[in-house]
């Protein structure tokens, strides 16, 4: 079993809505999570992380973390165009290094 | 956040040589790790980069194939040896933690290597 596991989609929205993205994870000893988006041709960059359970909100996005679900979910609002991107969620297992889900591939269309 | 500078940020190399990545940390960094992204895939991490010690290998990475130095806090190299074209894939240096204690990592803009 993956230890972080994410639909591959592509998750379609049109502009405007709210893109929701899910990930779960299967070592209860992670406490630290992070979503990172990842352009096309670029490296990771770090858009939320969350470390206790509830919502943690920035500007138009909010993530969730449910440790008893082991879940955690990443809402973007009011969607872009720009938007458009893979999401990784990246859980910290307690190696000092993340593990890092296959990723969500959205599409925000116009 | 830190910044990295990697290289090369790309190469195209023949199968059986080997090739060298770079990575310089602007400031003095604790943890730095590598992790390769293959093609359509995420994140996997190869290993972690030691300062002063032997780099300690993941599940499926030893350290014939990816030698690592560590020779300061600031820098690294990665060395994807006597390649072939399965070795084809993005390199990815990276460091952790930030000023609240917190295992964020940043990453380099990555090395894309292709073996023909």
């Known amino acids: 079993q993956k230890e972080v596991e994410q639909n591959s989609g592509p998750l379609s929205v049109p502009e405007g809505a709210i893109a929701s993205l899910n990930c779960t994870y299967s070592?209860?000893?992670?406490?630290?999570f992070f979503w990172y988006r990842q352009y096309s041709g670029k490296s990771p960059e770090l858009i939320m992380s969350?470390?206790?359970?509830g919502d943690k909100e920035d500007g138009r996005f909010t993530a969730q973390l449910n440790k008893a679900s082991q879940y955690v979910s990443l809402l973007i609002r009011d969607s872009q165009p720009s938007d458009s991107a893979t999401y990784l969620c990246?859980?910290?297992?307690?190696?000092?290094?993340?593990?890092f889900g296959s990723g969500t591939r959205l599409q925000v269309q116009p | 956040s830190a910044v990295i500078s990697q290289k090369p940020s790309r190469d195209i190399c023949q199968r059986g040589t080997s090739l060298t990545i770079q990575c310089q940390v602007d400031?003095?960094?604790?943890?730095m790790f590598w992790y390769r992204q293959q093609p359509g895939q995420s994140l996997t991490l190869i290993a972690t980069?030691?300062?002063?010690?032997?780099?300690?290998?993941e599940s499926g990475f030893v350290i014939d194939k990816f030698p690592i130095s560590r020779p300061n806090l600031t820098f690294s190299t990665l060395t994807v040896s006597n390649m072939s074209p399965e070795d084809s894939s993005i390199y990815l240096c990276?460091?952790?933690?930030?000023?609240?204690?917190?295992?964020?990592?940043?990453f380099g803009a990555g090395s894309r290597l292709t073996v023909l």
């Open positions: 990246a859980a910290d297992t307690g190696r000092r290094a993340l593990t």
């Open positions: 990276s460091v952790g933690g930030d000023s609240s204690g917190a295992n964020v990592l940043t």
């Open positions: 980069a030691n300062q002063g010690s032997e780099a300690t290998y």
């Open positions: 070592d209860r000893v992670s406490q630290s």
């Open positions: 969350i470390y206790s359970n």
């Open positions: 400031s003095q960094v604790t943890m």
